[in-house]
């Protein structure tokens, strides 16, 4: 799972970019999301079988095959909607995406608890082909649905505007204050995926050694952030649309640094955690559901997969380099470090985050029949 983050890292900037120049019949991300959906099904299904012969190189080659075949279709695959989708409606849209990822996680986990085999050698291969099967239908699923180049065209015949709203220099380079916010942006990814991933890496160690919890009782506290983010995500969508991205994620990092400071100051467990817990889910739906579309905002039409790519690449980074350096506070200063070294770096993203300037989105004349189905007060 750590080379699944460096491999992002450096790979997904460059496939994002490569899709944004190609060009087929299918369009330009919709031959990744099959290529690459394919491969990694067929490299996949290879493990359980690799495990259950006890042939560790086949695992560990078919692992690595797995993990190339899917960061080739990674960057592609979220960049189609913002390519399909009109800029004041991507923060609902990249909502709904979430939301599905939630649900795809949570049919895993089901898979997992009621297939899983038993014995000293138990098998994986029914959750394996249960993944595949649910990985296969939902590439059929969008060839059934989604025409690409025919969606790209009709969007941009009905929102000509959205295509190159993005101010650039006269050798087509980004303007500098687009470039200024693109910046903080990105280290704003930065920071708030250290203090988030820093806590859900350390926080089972932390409730046993800090608060005594005891048989698991942790878990409850992160399944209460996990099930209070599913619940947002379409809301915050909605919110976002009439306040603003930039307002919203801004939101999102208070309630999640603020709940932060509370645990800190925590001398034991007490149930009040749990509702901090839900605020802090509803804080990081808030910056999830936002932080995307506000970063490929400041794309030009031809760059959404690059500018997708190096969303993934600062939160990557993140994930990589904060469980080394909450580890090392944990285990050389104390473990109670680990919610103020949240508290900094979501100050340090509401600092970088609070001077964007651009890529929020802005209230529109409706154009569409669609969109009057939108209630507002």
Not at 365 to 374: A, P, R, Y
């Amino acid at each position: 799972m750590a080379v699944d983050n460096v491999l992002a890292v450096f790979l997904l900037p460059i496939i994002g970019t490569f899709s944004d120049k190609v060009d087929t019949p299918l369009g330009k991300r919709t031959p990744f999301i099959i290529g690459g959906t394919a491969a990694a099904v067929m490299m996949m299904l290879m493990l359980p079988a690799a495990d259950k012969m006890g042939n560790f190189i086949l695992f560990v080659v078919a692992l690595g095959a797995t993990l190339l075949a899917m960061a080739m279709y990674r960057s592609p695959a979220v960049a189609l909607m913002p390519d399909l989708t009109p800029k004041p409606l991507r923060s609902k849209a990249n909502a709904v995406i979430n939301l599905m990822g939630a649900i795809g996680g949570v049919y895993t986990l089901i898979l997992i608890s009621t297939l899983v085999g038993e014995g000293k050698t138990p098998s994986y291969l029914p959750v394996f082909i249960g993944v595949a099967f649910i990985m296969v239908l939902s590439v059929v699923m969008l060839l059934l649905t989604t025409n690409e180049k025919k969606i790209a065209k009709q969007v941009a015949l009905e929102y000509p505007e959205q295509e190159e709203e993005v101010k650039t220099t006269v050798d087509g380079k980004l303007d500098p204050a687009v470039k200024k916010s693109l910046v903080l942006i990105l280290l704003s990814v930065l920071f708030w995926f250290a203090a988030y991933n820093a806590v859900t890496t350390a926080f089972s160690r932390y409730a046993v050694t800090v608060w005594g919890m005891e048989n698991g009782g942790y878990a409850n506290c992160l399944m209460t952030a996990t099930v209070a983010a599913i619940i947002s995500y379409i809301p915050i969508g909605i919110i976002a649309s009439k306040i603003g991205r930039k307002k919203t994620i801004l939101i999102g990092i208070a309630l999640m640094g603020s709940c932060f400071l509370m645990a800190a100051f925590m001398p034991e467990y007490h149930p009040i955690i749990n509702v901090g817990f839900c605020m802090i889910g509803f804080g990081w739906a808030a910056i999830g559901v936002n932080s995307l579309p506000m970063v490929v905002e400041m794309s030009k039409s031809g760059d959404i997969g690059k500018y997708t790519g190096l969303y993934y690449t600062f939160s990557m980074s993140a994930q990589i380099a904060t469980p080394i350096l909450s580890g090392m506070l944990l285990d050389f200063v104390s473990y109670r470090t680990l919610f103020p070294y949240a508290v900094v770096f979501s100050a340090l993203a509401f600092i970088t985050m609070s001077m964007v300037k651009h890529g929020d989105n802005r209230q529109e004349k409706k154009k569409t029949v669609l969109e009057n189905f939108d209630v507002e007060d």
